[in-house]
């Protein structure tokens, strides 16, 4: 039996304190803003964990058991603030202000942070792996995910700072983070693997897969069609395709000097993202 239990923090740095959307609002009489938006001084991104596990021999020593629930809660830190870089500018206090409007209409507004997401995730990891003989060796893993975006700066406020939400065919979209209740991006609630692996006397092989469900993403296309309107923004939901990868290596010792190796990836040719921005080659 195990159990952890994890929080994390990282303090904000001067240069985002002091070139955050609070301490602009603040500084060119944008109070009423703050107060109507909800808007605080940059606080430190947060993250805490829970997690529980059990593992059991499964009667060979080579076979085990393993299950674990874990629980965790995390604000999201310090985005640009991308959505809101006309809109507050139009409210009242600020609307007479020629500089905060000037300067929130600009380029510059991309730069000014805030604490913009906040989200909580949980589920149930499982593992189970087993010898047979003494060549083979098996192991397999399933991972379920519930996550959901508890406060969105983007969301939450959609209305208040643009009028409305941008819509793909009266489906709510959050272009540039996930909405108020819906599952943060590139988050699959289903994951697996599988791996086997063989050692003989002059052959070893191993195989390696790894599979994900769909995921929430957003296109990030806001505003950016030729009539700078949403037309190339689509729904969150499902929005990543699920995958799956498998990898297939093996060797032979020809010679007590000498061994041929092979390795092949990706086998499928499936397009996927592994890490972020790097498509996954055929």
Known sequence: MNFSFAQGVREPALTEEFGSLYKFLLLNGGQATIQQLGISPIQAPTTRTWEAAASKPSGASASSFALATFTMSSVVPLNPLALARTRIAAQSDLAAATSPGVCLQSESA??????????????????????????????????????????????????????????????????????????????????????????????????????????????FLGYEDINQGNSLVLPNRNLDYGFAKLDLGGSYQLLTWLSIYAQGENLLSQQHIAPIGYPSLP
């Open 110 to 219: 991309y730069s000014l942070d805030l604490n913009s997401l906040a989200f909580r995730a949980q589920g149930i990891e499982s593992t189970v792996e087993s010898g047979i003989g003494k060549n083979i060796f098996l192991r397999g893993g399933y991972t379920y995910l519930d996550s959901v975006v508890q406060r969105s700066f983007s969301s939450d406020n959609a209305a208040l700072i643009g009028g409305y939400a941008p819509t793909f065919n009266g489906i709510p979209v959050g272009i540039y983070s996930p909405l108020t209740g819906a599952r943060p991006f590139r988050r699959p609630p289903h994951t697996g693997f599988f791996t086997a692996s063989y050692a003989g006397k002059k052959i070893t092989g191993v195989f390696t897969s790894a599979f994900a469900s769909r995921s929430d993403d957003s296109t």
